[in-house]
């Protein structure tokens, strides 16, 4: 088993390094390029709802823990912003809170399906942790079937 | 993020290159806005997203954002090149019912 853990302010110019540093770390578990992509793209969404909702008009910390174990990639991303009221609406694709600001309302549906394993912890005020998982070589060992 | 366009005919190319996210989206948003408000004569925009090596949800939002001031218009958006990763959460999100991807001439 392997850990590894990120903190850093919740300032946009941070997801491509979170992203990035994320998708680095999972390097050891040999993962293709369309794995990796997914791994990027969905510590690119949890990233950004800290910063645009988490934080909204303020500056917090954003923590990743990261755990390889077996072939597997676990994944956790907190906050300590504002929390989510509704967490089952708030994952329904394309609901947003932010209407009026071309938001797609698509990212946790997008954490859902790029990732094996998916769930939000969230108290209101208090913050929101999302945490999920991927098994790296799953499409590599069915296909060799 | 950089951004660059090119008139041809009634076709209005915009060439998008970087990673697409919530910070670099930010950035050409206006740009892309003014290109298309320079453009309004033109029948459509096609996005080529050849450049684009990363592209998360904050980039189907602008998207979206840009095809809603191309209907205002009423000028037509389609989408080209989109790599492996972007073409996964375009199809994801149906933006293709919107803008339609193509390959090569209209």
Redesign the interface.
Known sequence: MNKMQLKFLSRSENEIFARNAVAAFALSLNPTLSELSDVKTAVSEAVTNCIVHGYADREGWITIDCTVKGDCLHIQISDNGRGIADVEQATQPFFTTLEGEERSGMGFTIMQTFMTEFSVQSVAGAGTTVSMSKHIGAKAEADAR | MKIQSCRQGESLYIYLDG?M???SV?AI?READRLIDENAGASRAVFDLAGVR?????G???L??RYKKLRRYGMGMYLENPN??AD??LE??GVYSLMPKIQGDI
């Open positions: 990673e996210d919530e910070h930010a948003r990363f592209m998360d949800s904050t189907i939002g602008f979206i954002g492996a990763g996964k959460i994801l999100s």
